[in-house]
């Protein structure tokens, strides 16, 4: 990984490549090199979907390693959803191969000159660009379909779908796993969309010819690679629980603990919840020869998916997440796994983030325009988005823009992201992060649920507000140095419980590059990251009341513990205090 | 006293969803997983009406007590 690719969309003539060595960004790898990069060469006051605006591609610095579980890939740029700077991390088979070309990034820049639709295949010959009109309005499963005859199976594709061609604010860009499913989302905060602004509508990743990165210290870093795996399978949640389950497992804890956000927020406990859970899944999905075992890419050792057929052994979907079942579920109040994973097949062709997704049609819900759980609606409404009609168009805007045309005031966003599946009254922590995280409302950002609920890392009461923003700032610290590196971020469960696991990942990156870091440069990694980012937000306008919750957080009581969310604006100030 | 109980995930493997149980008073969490026979080393989580509860929590009659083992997502 010691080049970069720089592609000007708007070169006089049609898109232009140019290589050049990684140079000032060497030692950066996914967010870390994203996010630096987007601080530093992008405008912050741009129009998100202006020339200005860059899209960043990058594998993290373990990707196209043998080193297990390492294949996530970054995209970052100016979010359009939040208006500031944004990353969004996939698994699917992309990073490998991008990081096995030898590129620490891949970028799009400026603005084409007409509205023709490019693709763009990077082999170990270079770049080579066509213009593919035919594949217009097309959603992300036949775009694949259409492109695999001339491309062939032995690729990697990233691609947009329909919302990402009509730049909408939750157009995710479609990154496709072993199977050639485009079921892998960079999905929040927008990046589809910038994509679809540079006109480009695929990225054809071709391997051949290319070899695993090699380590400096081979026998050092196979080594650690055996300590790290073995961590990671002797871990009761990576090696037994998210295997067997899936993330969907959370359903029925954040119920009982009465943190599962139903109904637009309304309620932290959905009487349907029991006929969603990661259980029912699991259990449906092997009964209809789907799988309740899957892995994304090439060499996850965790295999947290799945595969989830219909009632007929047909395939229809990847298993749907959490995240997933719960934004087009509960908070819908839909209890219905067919209509869910229906709703995520769909998001995925269209190219849509799941989380904004059923986020925006729950606020819809609560704006009158179809009752809550009403799945059958729930489809008709998010098949609008693939037609291109203007409401389809709203939808898939996201939470924010619905919550205004329908005049809603009960509306889950922060910076104008959606709020993931866990409810900020009854589990405080992970409101710190979603305030304050410089990437909007998002739970990776700072998982404060392996504390606050499930008791990894560590025990920091949920209901309680002390101790919380320490705990969500040490989270963020080490999130954004993990997604620098490429690991699936489901490694942090292992990493948290086991002080030898993430001394093997700390000794996989010395290895691999001839370093000598110690857990403190882990720290200060993630410290730059996520000062740079902080950086990009304070210069596009961003202020402290920009990290603040929506106020009915404050207000309204969410039942069974009838509890607001009461840390002080003060507190949450002192989160970025070094 | 009667609790309601529920097992999550692999504890149901040959035990049970959810039941109304009987239990004499003063039962703690630590009896009652004892006489689930699930090992206590395996536990990740319990929840009292809703609340992280330790071992030598004692329930109050009617409560609702859910285990489960180590389990994560995101
Ligand atoms: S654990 Fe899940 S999300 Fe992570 S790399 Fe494996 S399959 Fe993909």
Same mark, same amino acid.
């Given at each position: 990984?010691?080049?970069?690719?720089?592609?000007?969309?708007?070169?006089?003539?049609?898109?232009? +490549?140019?290589?050049?060595?990684?140079?000032?960004?060497?030692?950066?790898?996914?967010?870390?090199?994203?996010?630096?990069?987007?601080?530093?060469?992008?405008?912050? $006051?741009?129009?998100?979907?202006?020339?200005?605006?860059?899209?960043?591609?990058?594998?993290?610095?373990?990707?196209?390693?043998?080193?297990?579980?390492?294949?996530?890939?970054?995209?970052?740029?100016?979010?359009?959803?939040?208006?500031?700077?944004?990353?969004?991390? @996939?698994?699917?088979?992309?990073?490998?191969?991008?990081? &096995?070309?030898?590129?620490?990034?891949?970028?799009?820049?400026?603005?084409?000159?007409?509205?023709?639709?490019?693709?763009?295949?990077?082999?170990?010959?270079?770049?080579?660009?066509?213009?593919?009109?035919?594949?217009?309005?097309?959603?992300?499963?036949?775009?694949?379909?259409?492109?695999?005859?001339?491309?062939?199976?032995?690729?990697?594709?990233?691609?947009?779908?329909?919302?990402?061609?009509?730049?909408?604010?939750? @157009?995710?860009?479609?990154?496709?796993?072993?199977?050639?499913?485009?079921?892998?989302?960079?999905? &929040?905060?927008?990046?589809?969309?910038?994509?679809?602004?540079?006109?480009?509508?695929?990225?054809?990743?071709?391997?051949?010819?290319?070899? *695993?990165? +090699?380590?400096?210290?081979?026998?050092?870093?196979?080594?650690?690679?055996?300590?790290?795996?073995?961590?990671?399978?002797?871990?009761?949640?990576?090696?037994?629980?998210?295997?067997?389950?899936?993330? %969907?497992?959370?359903?029925?804890? $954040? %119920?009982?603990?009465?943190?599962?956000?139903?109904? %637009?927020?309304?309620?932290?406990?959905?009487?349907?919840?029991?006929?969603?859970?990661?259980?029912?899944?699991?259990?449906?999905?092997?009964? &209809?020869?789907?799988?309740?075992?899957?892995?994304?890419?090439?060499?996850?050792?965790?295999?947290?998916?799945?595969?989830?057929?219909?009632?007929?052994?047909?395939?229809?979907?990847?298993?749907?997440?959490?995240?997933?079942?719960?934004?087009?579920?509960?908070?819908?109040?839909?209890?219905? *796994?067919?209509?869910?994973?229906?709703?995520?097949?769909?998001?995925?062709?269209?190219?849509?983030?799941?989380?904004?997704?059923?986020?925006?049609?729950?606020?819809?819900?609560?704006?009158?325009?179809?009752?809550?759980?009403?799945?059958?609606?729930?489809?008709?409404?998010?098949?609008?988005?693939?037609?291109?009609?203007?409401?389809?168009?709203?939808?898939?805007?996201?939470?924010?823009?619905?919550?205004?045309?329908?005049?809603?005031?009960?509306?889950?966003?922060?910076?104008?992201?959606?709020?993931?599946?866990?409810?900020? &009254?009854?589990?405080?922590?992970?409101?710190?992060?979603?305030?304050?995280?410089?990437?909007?409302?998002?739970?990776?950002?700072?998982?404060?649920?392996?504390?606050?609920?499930?008791?990894?890392?560590?025990?920091?009461?949920?209901?309680?507000?002390?101790?919380?923003?320490? $705990?969500?700032?040490?989270?963020?610290? +080490?999130?954004?140095?993990?997604?620098?590196?490429?690991?699936?971020?489901?490694?942090?469960?292992?990493?948290?419980?086991?002080?030898?696991?993430?001394?093997?990942?700390?000794?996989?990156?010395?290895?691999?590059?001839?370093?000598?870091?110690?857990?403190?440069?882990?720290?200060?990694?993630?410290?730059?990251?996520?000062?740079?980012?902080?950086?990009?937000?304070?210069?596009?306008?961003?202020? @402290?009341?920009?990290?603040?919750?929506?106020?009915?957080?404050?207000?309204?009581?969410?039942?069974?513990?009838?509890?607001?969310?009461?840390?002080?604006?003060?507190?949450?100030?002192?989160?970025?205090?070094? | 006293?009667?609790?309601?109980?529920?097992?999550?995930?692999?504890?149901?493997?040959?035990?049970?969803?959810?039941?109304?149980?009987?239990?004499?008073?003063?039962?703690?969490?630590?009896?009652?997983?004892? =006489?689930?026979?699930?090992?206590?080393?395996?536990?990740?989580?319990?929840?009292?009406?809703?609340?992280? =509860?330790?071992?030598?929590?004692?329930? =109050?009659?009617?409560?609702?007590?859910?285990?489960?083992?180590?389990?994560?997502?995101?």
């Amino acid at each position: 990984m010691d080049n970069i690719l720089r592609i000007d969309m708007g070169a006089p003539g049609g898109p232009k +490549a140019t290589m050049e060595p990684v140079g000032a960004y060497a030692g950066l790898g996914g967010r870390g090199l994203t996010s630096v990069l987007v601080s530093k060469e992008v405008d912050p $006051l741009c129009h998100p979907l202006s020339a200005a605006n860059k899209l960043v591609m990058s594998p993290g610095l373990l990707t196209g390693t043998a080193a297990t579980t390492s294949g996530r890939i970054s995209v970052g740029c100016k979010s359009p959803l939040t208006g500031g700077i944004k990353e969004s991390n @996939a698994g699917g088979q992309a990073g490998q191969v991008m990081a &096995r070309l030898g590129y620490a990034a891949v970028i799009l820049e400026g603005k084409p000159l007409n509205d023709d639709l490019h693709v763009i295949l990077i082999n170990k010959d270079g770049v080579h660009f066509s213009v593919d009109n035919s594949l217009r309005m097309l959603g992300n499963y036949a775009t694949v379909d259409k492109l695999r005859v001339q491309y062939g199976e032995k690729v990697a594709y990233m691609t947009i779908g329909q919302a990402g061609e009509m730049k909408l604010g939750a @157009a995710s860009i479609a990154c496709t796993d072993r199977e050639l499913h485009p079921t892998r989302h960079c999905g &929040r905060g927008g990046p589809g969309a910038v994509m679809g602004a540079k006109g480009v509508k695929a990225i054809i990743l071709d391997e051949a010819g290319t070899t *695993l990165r +090699a380590a400096k210290d081979p026998v050092a870093f196979k080594a650690a690679g055996k300590v790290f795996a073995d961590g990671i399978k002797k871990h009761a949640v990576s090696g037994q629980a998210l295997p067997a389950y899936g993330t %969907n497992v959370l359903t029925n804890i $954040l %119920n009982e603990a009465g943190g599962y956000p139903t109904n %637009n927020f309304k309620t932290g406990q959905f009487a349907g919840a029991s006929k969603i859970s990661g259980e029912a899944q699991a259990a449906l999905e092997v009964k &209809r020869g789907g799988s309740a075992t899957h892995g994304c890419h090439r060499g996850c050792i965790i295999q947290c998916s799945g595969i989830f057929n219909d009632e007929h052994g047909n395939y229809v979907t990847k298993q749907p997440e959490y995240e997933t079942v719960w934004s087009h579920g509960g908070h819908c109040g839909i209890d219905d *796994l067919d209509v869910i994973a229906r709703l995520d097949r769909l998001d995925d062709d269209f190219g849509l983030d799941t989380i904004e997704t059923g986020v925006a049609i729950g606020v819809a819900m609560e704006g009158g325009l179809l009752p809550f759980g009403d799945g059958a609606g729930a489809i008709r409404v998010l098949e609008e988005v693939g037609k291109g009609t203007p409401l389809g168009r709203i939808i898939g805007s996201g939470a924010g823009i619905v919550g205004k045309c329908f005049g809603v005031e009960r509306v889950p966003v922060v910076k104008n992201q959606a709020l993931p599946a866990y409810d900020p &009254r009854a589990v405080k922590g992970i409101g710190v992060t979603y305030a304050t995280s410089t990437m909007g409302a998002d739970h990776t950002a700072g998982y404060a649920i392996a504390t606050n609920i499930l008791k990894v890392g560590g025990f920091v009461d949920p209901l309680k507000t002390e101790g919380q923003v320490d $705990l969500s700032r040490n989270l963020q610290i +080490a999130t954004a140095a993990v997604d620098a590196t490429g690991m699936c971020l489901f490694i942090a469960f292992p990493v948290l419980d086991q002080p030898e696991t993430f001394q093997s990942l700390v000794d996989l990156l010395n290895a691999f590059y001839g370093l000598s870091l110690t857990g403190d440069s882990v720290v200060a990694l993630g410290k730059t990251i996520l000062s740079a980012e902080r950086d990009f937000n304070t210069r596009a306008g961003f202020t @402290a009341v920009d990290d603040r919750l929506p106020r009915f957080f404050e207000q309204e009581p969410v039942a069974p513990h009838q509890v607001t969310f009461e840390i002080k604006g003060e507190e949450l100030d002192k989160l970025y205090n070094w | 006293m009667e609790l309601t109980v529920k097992l999550f995930a692999t504890f149901r493997d040959g035990r049970f969803e959810k039941a109304q149980l009987d239990y004499p008073p003063g039962t703690t969490l630590a009896n009652i997983v004892d =006489a689930l026979r699930i090992p206590r080393d395996e536990i990740g989580v319990m929840l009292v009406m809703g609340r992280h =509860a330790e071992l030598e929590h004692t329930p =109050a009659p009617g409560d609702t007590v859910a285990i489960f083992p180590r389990i994560g997502g995101g």
